[in-house]
């Protein structure tokens, strides 16, 4: 049973509304704020636009774009303490670091695989199709098959496994990106090939040929389907 600890408390408690209720007012101000404190003592800090989309005692972030101008206005308009603007400062840097961080050790897992399984000689990392250095996989395999390309990266969360993908697409968008196999290859547990399958069927911008989306399970099943080279004598 909850006990609430004083009155402010009491107060932010009576006005908690859950998100997706029945009734379709708008969010009052004691509302908003009442979610965002409580979101504070659950975790510690103001949430980001996509964590108040998965908050239930908040609106949408875009009904918060529509009725305040956005979160950091609302912030504002709440005198909320501390960072403002999550998009720069130490909450920015914080969360470039932990990609950075997440990013390198996701490669390796691909890479280990990749070697354990076609062998250190045929796996090339930053593949460049053109002397640009910038257009570039992560990864590209030697195999009997004729050989593929692997593109590694890790959304966050559904919200923007979308678009992650449409800035790959837009990068093999060219003829000479996709004359091997390309695999667009995310490494969040959470997200599913199911999941990934039903983005692709619902997609505008389609998947090219020898394109393919895959989630970890998938892609080694799809490894252990191409036969490996061997070197000569």
């Not at 996989?137 to 692997?150: M, Q, S």
Request: aromatic share 12%; charged share 30%; hydrophobic share 35%.
């Amino acid at each position: 049973m909850y006990v609430a600890k004083d009155y402010h408390d009491i107060i932010r408690h009576m006005t908690l509304r859950i998100q997706k209720s029945k009734h379709k007012e708008p969010w009052t101000i004691e509302e908003l704020s009442a979610g965002l404190e409580k979101f504070f003592s659950d975790n510690g800090h103001y949430p980001t636009a996509p964590e108040v989309d998965r908050y239930q005692y908040l609106p949408s972030a875009r009904s918060i774009e529509r009725r305040f101008g956005g979160m950091i206005q609302l912030r504002q308009t709440l005198k909320l303490g501390g960072q403002i603007d999550f998009r720069s400062g130490q909450h920015s840097a914080d969360r470039a670091h932990l990609i950075s961080e997440r990013g390198h050790s996701t490669e390796k897992i691909v890479y280990d695989f990749l070697v354990e399984r076609f062998g250190k000689e045929f796996v090339h990392r930053e593949y460049f199709f053109v002397d640009d250095k910038r257009t570039r996989a992560d990864f590209f395999v030697y195999d009997k098959n004729g050989g593929f390309c692997v593109d590694v990266f890790y959304p966050g969360s559904k919200r923007n496994l979308q678009g992650c993908l449409n800035s790959k697409l837009d990068k093999y968008a060219s003829e000479y990106m996709r004359q091997y196999p390309v695999i667009f290859l995310q490494m969040n547990k959470e997200i599913t090939q199911g999941i990934l399958d039903i983005l692709v069927k619902n997609k505008r911008k389609i998947l090219g040929n020898g394109q393919h989306l895959m989630a970890w399970e998938s892609f080694t099943k799809f490894c252990h389907g191409r036969k490996r080279l061997s070197l000569g004598k």
